[in-house]
């Protein structure tokens, strides 16, 4: 009685199909080589852009024969000596006031300021340039010998900008109102001559020291006198601070003071509207301080009283909370000379290397292990067939055979379920199920050669 041939059924891989995407790799790989050539292109084009823009500026600096004025006009020169693409214009206005309005408003992208003006909400500081003092002069003989005598006196001082908040402050802290002055003068210049010519009692000024105008003024005979209280003053005024003219200031035989004069403090601060770009307000950074004997040797020999104040520029501080926050641009280049945080965190960072270095040799040692372990199941696999096919060879007895069929479908059964649970992989598998496929072709021939062979 004949044996009944193994159905097509069980001569198919009993293996579950690996499923294939429908999308052609090769379109995939031209459609992301196509992105990245793409943005390769759009940042090569902002680069060069970028690197061929002239970044035309406004600097709003206050009145022409002002420190900072000419202070702002030697930086002018410089910095479009060293960085052609930074076109620099000074234009002079009628203070703080306005250079912060013309900043606010994007009519001024750069500005001098009096520190304790507030700043609008787009002003970031670049440095602080030098101290202006508020310095009080007084006609000799007019009776004003401290702030509080001048409740009733003219004052030469025009009615606006930075310069004339100062003295209000001042004068709110001695319990003084606007209405208790007679105010001289519709700009600087015109209250200065209304001084001079005895149209005012007193002059005042937010100025650096040795200010050519003040100067002027004082040798006509008229004397500076105090302003008290700075310390008191910068409880509510932050930006203000204790300060002094030192005797001889102004002359020095006799003695212009004659005594150091307490008086107020304030910063002159160069600012930003923080739209400007980074790398422009670094530029202009690194010239205020790395470049002063230049920015001296570009202010006028008739105005060389200014050029001292250059020793002065210094990084602001921002600790307070009261003053706007640094440009990125200048912040980036007062960190210059910091750490970067890999350099800083040297040693945390080489032992979070080591470990994940450590960890990673564990997971692949771990993962080879792993593999070990599923190749020799394959292999023990792969044995028990080649035994059996060893053992087919030599059989005589067609029940035989079937026997061994049966026993290397079991094999086969046991070899996929190992694989569903991952204990052999899919490589190893493929190589077994090859033998195995040559196994159960020898077994079916020798069973088809003894069913011809003569009885």
């Given at each position: 009685?004949?044996?009944?041939?193994?159905?097509?059924?069980?001569?198919?891989?009993?293996?579950?199909?690996?499923?294939?995407?429908?999308?052609?790799?090769?379109?995939?790989?031209?459609?992301?080589?196509?992105?990245?050539?793409?943005?390769?292109?759009?940042?090569?084009?902002?680069?060069?852009?970028?690197?061929?823009?002239?970044?035309?500026?406004?600097?709003?600096?206050?009145?022409?024969?002002?420190?900072?004025?000419?202070?702002?006009?030697?930086?002018?020169?410089?910095?479009?000596?060293?960085y052609p693409k930074i076109d620099l214009t000074v234009q002079e206005t009628g203070g703080t006031?306005?250079?912060?309005?013309?900043?606010?408003?994007?009519?001024?992208?750069?500005?001098?300021?009096?520190?304790?003006?507030?700043?609008?909400?787009?002003?970031?500081?670049?440095?602080?340039?030098?101290?202006?003092?508020?310095?009080?002069?007084?006609?000799?003989?007019?009776?004003?010998?401290?702030?509080?005598?001048?409740?009733?006196?003219?004052?030469?001082?025009?009615?606006?900008?930075?310069?004339?908040?100062?003295?209000?402050?001042?004068?709110?802290?001695?319990?003084?109102?606007?209405?208790?002055?007679?105010?001289?003068g519709q700009s600087d210049q015109d209250a200065d001559e209304a001084f001079l010519w005895n149209?005012?009692?007193?002059?005042?000024?937010?100025?650096?020291?040795?200010?050519?105008?003040?100067?002027?003024?004082?040798?006509?005979?008229?004397?500076?006198?105090?302003?008290?209280?700075?310390?008191?003053?910068?409880?509510?005024?932050?930006?203000?601070?204790?300060?002094?003219?030192?005797?001889?200031?102004?002359?020095?035989?006799?003695?212009?003071?004659?005594?150091?004069?307490?008086?107020?403090?304030?910063?002159?601060?160069?600012?930003?509207?923080?739209?400007?770009?980074?790398?422009?307000?670094?530029?202009?950074?690194?010239?205020?301080?790395?470049?002063?004997?230049?920015?001296?040797?570009?202010?006028?020999?008739?105005?060389?009283?200014?050029?001292?104040l250059l020793a002065n520029i210094h990084q602001p501080e921002t600790d307070t909370g009261m003053?706007?926050?640094?440009?990125?641009?200048?912040?980036?280049?007062?960190?210059?000379?910091?750490?970067?945080?890999?350099?800083?965190?040297?040693?945390?960072?080489?032992?979070?290397?080591?470990?994940?270095?450590?960890?990673?040799?564990?997971?692949?040692?771990?993962?080879?292990?792993?593999?070990?372990?599923?190749?020799?199941?394959?292999?023990?696999?792969?044995?028990?067939?080649?035994?059996?096919?060893?053992?087919?060879?030599?059989?005589?007895?067609?029940?035989?055979?079937?026997?061994?069929?049966?026993?290397?479908?079991?094999?086969?059964?046991?070899?996929?379920?190992?694989?569903?649970?991952?204990?052999?992989?899919?490589?190893?598998?493929?190589?077994?199920?090859?033998?195995?496929?040559?196994?159960?072709?020898?077994?079916?021939?020798?069973?088809?050669?003894?069913?011809?062979?003569?009885?």
């Amino acid at each position: 009685m004949g044996m009944t041939h193994s159905s097509p059924r069980s001569q198919r891989s009993p293996v579950p199909p690996i499923w294939r995407s429908n999308l052609n790799s090769n379109q995939l790989g031209l459609a992301a080589l196509s992105l990245v050539s793409l943005g390769l292109l759009v940042g090569l084009t902002l680069n060069l852009f970028d690197r061929f823009k002239v970044h035309r500026l406004i600097l709003a600096a206050g009145d022409s024969a002002g420190e900072s004025y000419i202070l702002s006009k030697a930086i002018e020169t410089v910095v479009e000596r060293h960085y052609p693409k930074i076109d620099l214009t000074v234009q002079e206005t009628g203070g703080t006031s306005e250079n912060l309005k013309l900043l606010e408003t994007d009519r001024a992208q750069l500005a001098t300021a009096q520190a304790d003006i507030p700043t609008g909400p787009t002003a970031r500081l670049i440095a602080d340039l030098y101290e202006d003092k508020f310095q009080l002069l007084v006609r000799r003989g007019s009776g004003i010998k401290q702030f509080t005598d001048l409740a009733g006196k003219r004052l030469a001082l025009q009615q606006k900008g930075g310069q004339y908040k100062s003295f209000l402050k001042v004068a709110q802290h001695y319990g003084l109102r606007e209405t208790d002055f007679r105010f001289v003068g519709q700009s600087d210049q015109d209250a200065d001559e209304a001084f001079l010519w005895n149209r005012a009692d007193a002059v005042f000024r937010v100025r650096a020291l040795g200010n050519p105008t003040i100067a002027t003024l004082i040798q006509t005979g008229n004397i500076l006198i105090p302003i008290e209280q700075a310390a008191a003053m910068k409880i509510k005024y932050p930006a203000l601070r204790s300060t002094i003219i030192p005797q001889g200031t102004y002359r020095g035989d006799p003695a212009i003071p004659a005594v150091d004069l307490a008086t107020v403090g304030v910063e002159r601060t160069l600012l930003a509207r923080e739209t400007v770009d980074p790398e422009v307000v670094r530029a202009i950074t690194s010239v205020l301080f790395e470049r002063r004997q230049e920015l001296a040797a570009a202010i006028p020999p008739r105005q060389s009283e200014v050029a001292p104040l250059l020793a002065n520029i210094h990084q602001p501080e921002t600790d307070t909370g009261m003053s706007p926050p640094l440009h990125p641009g200048a912040q980036a280049y007062y960190d210059r000379d910091k750490p970067s945080f890999i350099q800083e965190y040297a040693d945390y960072v080489g032992l979070i290397l080591t470990v994940i270095l450590l960890m990673g040799s564990w997971v692949w040692e771990g993962k080879r292990w792993i593999e070990r372990q599923q190749k020799n199941r394959a292999d023990a696999f792969s044995d028990q067939v080649i035994q059996l096919m060893n053992q087919a060879r030599s059989l005589e007895s067609r029940s035989h055979l079937e026997d061994i069929r049966q026993k290397l479908i079991g094999i086969l059964t046991e070899a996929v379920d190992a694989l569903n649970e991952d204990r052999i992989s899919e490589e190893s598998f493929q190589s077994f199920r090859v033998v195995w496929q040559i196994a159960l072709d020898l077994v079916r021939e020798r069973r088809d050669a003894l069913v011809h062979e003569p009885k």
